[in-house]
């Protein structure tokens, strides 16, 4: 499709190809030699139209699709040509898939050249050959590293492995592609050689004791990533077994209706619906043109403040980066290098990259003289120093004086309101230009961005964070001006709930575990730790006095507020409620820790099944995030859903709070809730817009 | 000389005959009486029947006058009358050179704190602070100079691959010079003459230099081996290969070429010339280990004073430069056993420079380009001299010819118009000596027809402490020399600046530095 930006594989083209090839092709005996490659800059192939998937309602209808593709490439192949691959740019998914049948693959050294399947990310397998393809090439264990983990395979490392035969510059790709392709056809040029294993890859892959070795540490290293709660990769893993074992075209059957199988169920709908997720909101509803961002200042070079200025200067922003002294500066200076240092280490940058990037940042001290003169050509300053609300307009004063009118200020809280902070007055003069950013800790790391526009925020403000935001890689979530915004505000009633539970005695790893096993990257305890006790009970206690009322209620929050007083400040201090001593040692409760408790629960104890835990903190999760949807402080479920996976980590393979209510059915979700309201307070009560989706029986999502 | 007809045809640029009939007069002297003249009796010189030989070498020579010279009104009216004349008359605004900032890395001890960084490392921080500094838009740079001496191969051209590292934009040309221990001034100077040529407006010249990543080589004859190697690989394969390398190879050729610190011609090392020269100067250890003391106390104190905050760049976000013992004392320091001479010689490792590793970079403008971006220059640069002596016998003598030729040039005089020394100290011993012959009588007549040098006013030398105590990082002294001098002009409120260093291969250099009057 030429007016597409990227080509995709999908069902019209896929007939349009079977047209071009029996009317052009396949009975011109001139044709000696094919090569397939882009005629688009952006590239080979993105992968499959993941929208023909999904408007499929029976999946099962699935199957003879594929068969008619496969069959395709197998008629294609039954010609007798030599086929040659010649990939620039993506190469993904079908698109690898389509290589793979090729009989000669060449793909350039350009840096936009990755190969992947990446179909288990969506909770699918490669169909079109790819699970028997692939291991034929690379050998089982790096198809199997490949196909399960989605990863991107860069062109060194392509031709190493034996994915590509060639490698070549990408002015040369398509002379040496034709010149190839003749090459094959009148004998000057040889099919490569399937790659010599190594003894010991040959004993692990090509011997039944070793074979079964290696399927042990497969499905045991899916096993813990997965907690079983992907069906992909196993799906994937069967495939290639059954393959080998299979060698015949029955392989092939088994492929795609296990593609079929697995497009049907709810965890490939659920990953699928965030990847669209993700895709809708790359763009703002309001459709304001941003303002050209060229230098973006950081205040304030903590943590935060640095992880800011790292995820900015990654993708091509000069960056000011100024905090009151150069110890200060330098620490956060050493930060971002620390961290591009580590991925220069793993490939994942040049050194001369990681200088490039250094060099973006401009580090600034008050006491450099000519630190006004660098923020005179700001467009956006992000604050990120304490959260106080005096120092934060005083801060604005500042900028203010020695920005540029256009310049947009955001300010990094999750605390504080953002009309606040930008009610004019002495300090803010330019209030239409202050927007909220809240940012994740650790910056580089979390995916998610919070956006939060006063009712003064003019729409180019907005719409200049949230372009500025997205270019740093982050999943804008535009939301409402409330404490704790979304995120935090839905968290409140976790950790309130959390404190109740270990109030009534449910054990701390019990906790960590049911909500691991629901789906959770960390338990709700180990969360705590790692963002900090003194973060979460801050938090905690700032959205009890907030408007939440009753919705906070029911835990006893001086659980952790004793926590911080007696210093036990979570993984940074060594000491939460898990006991971190020296590296290797995991993580363990202290005797400490113990007593602390036995004091806290008055000697009770519980021992609460999983389920009702794990309820009892999606149902005060849910509840939270129907009351924002209710109050607009989210603009849709996909807001919310988003917002939640990438914000908290709730378990993607349930697609967030609103996917998953969806799939347990709203209403008896309302039915679970009520009956806690009873037992154990009204903060279960359900909110009005899930009591009004249970009645209706309305989905939050269409598909 | 005096007549305008005969000096008129010194124009031509062939001094010769002229400098031999007034050899006391130095020639760029006539040069600016010539311009006077021409200006006052412009009519009856273009009567002369080489009136175009005439005119092209006077515009030409005005102008170089008045880039060189003092051109503001301010400055002392007894020095700078012709050049402003000439400016004035000719109605041809020259082009005037200033030092709009400079900045260091800490220069510290090698292999300490950049032991695992490569120059090129180093001087891509120093350009980066120098931008920091002075918030200087990188697409407005026109050139990048770099100056270093020990060069690690893959950065033989260390200026561009720290511009480009240090994101500038790839469309600025960079290039590196090598002049020993002046590298970074000769840097400077190419800048300028770019600017004064119109080449450019906006330079950065900096300099580099580490000794914590020497170069250090397998021996001549192995090298030999390895590089026809995969000649003998081709013919006779691994075996060839084996024995082509094994034959006539001896057991002294499994050795390391380490550098030295010596003259390739004298084969001479540093330390031994100097203490020969302090010798022939009389310069006795006691002076030269006051001195040193001296040195290191000064810089202590401007460090702890907060002089060269914002001159030195944070690295890890401490400035410290860790070779400057502010608390040492002449007894301590005079415990050291000499370090070249044995027994008898002066030189200690304390009372020389020590191996430095560091960056510097200097901001270099038209001053009009200056003024239009909004900038407030420190200095201007006047003028600067690269003559050389003889290596075997005066090997560290520059800074006196140099500085001779600078200041007789623009009718300077050292003792009364000079305000901020700033003279490069490789050892206590080599700047001594250079002091004694500036002030020696003998030794002016002898090479300066009589007129000497003059005497260097001890409480206007290096004040913030020299090379002995910050320490020398070979291709960046010369920029942390005019960082210093154009900071100390502004603060001390001089009029002048002499600048003085010395140089491996005898040679030496001298700048001259007026205040700017912001």
Redesign the interface.
Known sequence: NPDKKVNTLSFALMREAQTMWEADIQSNSDIKSIVFTSAKESGFIAGADIFDISSVQDKSELVPVIEEALNFFLHMKAKDVPMVAAIHGPALGGGLEWALWCDYRICTDSKATKLGLPEVKLGLLPGFGGTQNLPALVGIQGAMDMMLTGKNILPAKAKKMGLVDLVVAPQSLESVAIETAEGLANGTVKKSKAKTKSLINRLIEDTPPGQNLMWSKVKETVDKNTDGNYPAPYEIIDCVKYGLAHPGMEKFKHEREGFAKLAATKESEALIGLFDGTTQMKKLSSGAEPIKVKKVAVMGAGLMGAGIAQVTAEKGYDVLLKDRDDAAVGRGISYMTDNWEKKCKRKRMTNYELNTNSSRVTPLSDHTESWKRHFAGADLVIEAVFEDLALKRKIIQQVEEVTPDHCVFATNTSAIPIADIAAPGEEVKRSENVVGMHYFSPVPQMPLLEIIPHAGTSDEALATAFAVGNKQGKTCVVVKDVPGFYVNRCLGPILSEVTALVKEGVPLDRLDKAMKKFGMPVGPITLIDNVGVDVASKVSNYLASADLGVRMGGGDLSLLSNMVEKGWLGKKSNQGFFTYSGKKGKPSIGPEVTAYLKDFTDGNTSDLSETDIQNRIVARLVNEAAMCLQDEIIENPVCGDIGLVFGIGFAPFRGGVFRYLDSVGTSSFVDMMNGYAETKGEQFEPVQLLKDYAASGKKFHDN | CSDPKIASLDGSLTPSPIYRCKAALPHSTLIGIIIHRYQRTQHHIIMLSSRLLLRSSSVSSSRRAAALLPSSSSSSAQHSSFSTTAQKNNGNKATNVVVVDGVRLPFAMSSTIYEDQLAV?LQ?LAY?GL?????L?KEDVDYILSGTVIQEVRTSNIAREAA????FPASIGAHTVSMACISSSVAISSAAEKIISGKASVVLAGGVETFSDTPIRLSRHLRQKLITMSKAMKKGGPIGAVRHLLKGLKMKDISLEVPAIANYTTGEVMGVSSDKLSAKFGVSRLEQDEFTVRSHSMAGKAHADGWY??EIV?Y????EENGIKATSTVEKVSKLKPAFVKPHGTHTAANSSYLTDGAAASLIMSEEKALEL?FKPLCYIRDWSFKACDPFDELLLGPTYCSQEVLSRNNLNLESDIGVFEIHEAFAGQILSNLVAMNSQAFADANFGGKKVGEVDMSKLNTKGGSLAVGHPFGATGSRLVTTAAKRLQAENERFALIAACADGGLGHACILERYDN
Request: charged residues 25%; proline residues 5%.
């Open positions: 490392d891509r980066q931008v920091t500094k002075t918030a838009n480009i590292n240090a994101g905050d914002g944070p890890k976000g401490s400035t909004g």
